[in-house]
């Protein structure tokens, strides 16, 4: 078999488990969300900072990919959420599989949202779905404005980016309308959201969309539920 055509396969049957893994969400009315961005870029600070702005009005949960360690992990877990760790032992992104076995373990009657914080690496998690509802990058300013053009597939797939980091402008070489006029030559829609993960700012905007679109899926999954009679 040519190994083209062996790729195809790999992706086929992660397109089939995905798809299983989003009716398994679906069933139990929970929306997942999954976190793209380079390593560093404060994908970890940017989910806490997230979960803590959304106490008391949504319940999460987070599945912690990383190539090892718990750090990461830890650090939700001492914030009282539910986590699963997922250590890829070298590989650079997470599967629909590996989604499966995380989900299984969350106590998903219990949660509204699950993070999934995937592996550093802004090229090949986005060619793996994850059966997930919400595709989100995490960037910041120190990797430099010029990132759009070196990675266009993950600023075109995604539906948000968060600009983290932004309280470091005054110290980086960061041309802020040149980085906007870069992702929106790919990507014509998705919001950019300026955020200081550690110091907090700019979190209100980006918690208020994704509370948006964490409601319009539950008033999409009501309706669907009263068209099937299910309701
Ligand atoms: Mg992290
Ligand atoms: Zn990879």
């Given amino acids: 078999m040519a190994k083209v055509e062996v790729m195809e396969n790999i992706l086929d049957a992660n397109d089939q488990l995905a798809a299983q893994n989003r009716q398994l969400l679906n069933g139990k009315g929970v929306f997942l969300v999954n976190f793209m961005a380079s390593p560093g870029a404060g994908k970890t600070s940017a989910i806490l900072r997230t979960i803590e702005d959304l106490k008391g009005a949504i319940r999460c949960g987070v599945i912690e990919g990383d190539v090892a360690s718990s750090v990461d992990a830890d650090k939700v877990a001492a914030a009282g959420v539910p986590v699963v760790q997922i250590n890829t032992g070298g590989g650079c992104h997470l599967d629909a599989p590996m989604i499966r076995g995380a989900l299984e373990q969350l106590p998903l009657d219990e949660l ?5 914080e995937n592996v550093g690496n802004l090229i090949c998690p986005v060619g793996f779905k994850l059966g997930e509802h919400l595709r989100i990058m995490v960037a910041s300013v120190p990797e430099g404005h010029d990132k759009p053009c070196k990675y266009p597939s993950i600023f075109i797939q995604v539906e948000a980016i968060i600009l983290n980091k932004i309280d470091l402008l005054p ?38 969309w994704l509370k948006g679109r964490w409601e319009g899926f539950k008033a999409d999954l009501e309706w669907k539920n009263l068209a099937s009679g299910v309701a």
């Fill in 171 to 208: 110290l980086v070489d960061f041309d802020m309308e040149n980085y906007h006029r870069l992702v929106r030559g790919l990507n014509a829609t998705a919001p950019v959201f300026l955020v200081s993960a550690t110091v907090g700012d700019g979190f209100e905007e980006w918690t208020s």
């Fill in 112 to 116: 509204d949202l699950v993070m999934v």
